[in-house]
């Protein structure tokens, strides 16, 4: 969106009124004050696409997020979305540009409502400080601040793994079958080492010292499903070559779980750059990735490597404190790419 004009409002998705299927603990009065609720977003340290295939992931929350605010509207239920047009660090409602909102995701969130017992006649509006389709868990973080909102509304509790499960349904309209890794960093905060399961193994990492990172934009809005469908047909054609850098991958994760705990950055940065690797040689990596890696490294990184899904989205640096990550950021911008720092603290 271009600079100094303010974003229009945009046009609320709606579905036609249905009935709720349980009823809240508490009765609100009509007029009654909206509620705010808001999830962080994510990145992947390591193990992306192992985690699928039931290996580890390493993931860290972001300090940006997905806001929302939800209130009573006898017209609902309606969404309107605004999220990050260009810039990766918005301060105001006129860095944001109004996003269209698919019907499945209206959908979906009204069975989330539904299922938590809030009024069907919603209204939500959502504020992304993350860019959509960046492989930094917009979806997953927009799921978790809307079942909390809900939660909120209904007059209930609603914890960390209520607040993932019910964000993991909200994902499936997006990504037909996703690992669970993005709700359930989105929803617990801090670092996580994330393993595939019924139910799935969340240990928690404590990292010795503060983790700088770099976080390079694409530009590239993709889907997580245009990466990950085409290279389960690759593995299903040959388990033989695909399933051992898929273990190998989650191994990387494991150990880098390991490096964090110790404050071994040079090891994780190692990792990193053996993961990106083995990420392109699966077929997930694109000419604008490479691009973001590439320009991090020759900038001193200790290690980058594209985060998410692939294909596009964002590519992730390694510092060795803030002063460097604000380096790697200038040298991004450099080379077109949109940047910013993110400190992850133990």
């Known amino acids: 969106m271009p600079s100094g004009r303010r974003a229009r409002r945009p046009s609320p998705a709606r579905l036609p009124p249905r009935s709720a299927r349980a009823a809240p603990l508490v009765d609100r009065a009509a007029g009654a004050p909206s509620v705010k609720a808001s999830a962080p977003g994510k990145v992947l340290l390591l193990g992306e696409h192992a985690v699928v295939y039931g290996y580890s992931a390493l993931a860290a929350a972001l300090g940006r997020r997905v806001t929302v605010e939800v209130e009573e509207d006898s017209k609902g239920p309606a969404i309107e979305l605004l999220a990050p047009a260009t810039s990766p660090t918005p301060t105001s409602s006129a860095d944001l540009s109004p996003i269209p909102v698919p019907p499945e995701l209206l959908d979906a969130a009204s069975e989330m409502a539904a299922t938590v017992g809030a ?3 919603f209204r939500a509006r959502v504020r992304s400080e993350l860019p959509l389709g960046g492989g930094l868990g917009s979806s997953a973080a927009l799921g978790v601040a809307l079942a909390r909102g809900f939660a909120q ?14 964000a993991l349904q909200l994902e499936r309209a997006f990504h037909g079958a996703p690992s669970g890794v993005d709700p359930a960093i989105c929803a617990r905060g801090g670092v996580i080492l994330f393993r595939r399961g019924e139910p799935a193994q969340v240990d928690r990492i404590s990292p010795r010292r503060p983790l700088h990172l770099v976080v390079a934009l694409t530009g590239v809005a993709r889907g997580t499903r245009s990466t990950v469908l085409p290279l389960s047909a690759r593995r299903a054609e040959r388990p033989d070559l695909y399933d051992p850098m898929l273990a190998f991958l989650g191994e990387l994760a494991r150990g880098g779980a390991r490096a964090l705990e110790r404050g071994d950055f040079q090891d994780l940065g190692v990792r990193f750059d053996a993961a990106h690797g ?15 890696v590439a320009a991090l490294r020759s900038a001193g ?5 594209l985060t998410g899904a ?11 404190d803030g002063m460097h990550a604000e380096g790697l950021v200038r040298a991004a911008e450099r080379e077109g790419l949109r940047a910013f720092a993110e400190e ?3």
Request: some cysteine; glycine content about 16%; charged content about 20%.
């Open 119 to 121: 009024t069907p006649l």
């Open 153 to 166: 509304l209904a007059g209930r509790d609603c914890p960390p793994e209520r607040a993932e499960h019910l």
């Open 278 to 292: 083995v990420l392109a040689a699966l077929g997930v990596s694109c000419p604008e990735l490479e691009q973001a």
């Open 301 to 305: 990184a200790l290690g980058a490597k």
């Open 310 to 320: 692939g294909g596009g989205g964002a590519a992730i640096g390694l510092a060795r």
């Open 344 to 346: 992850i603290s133990p």
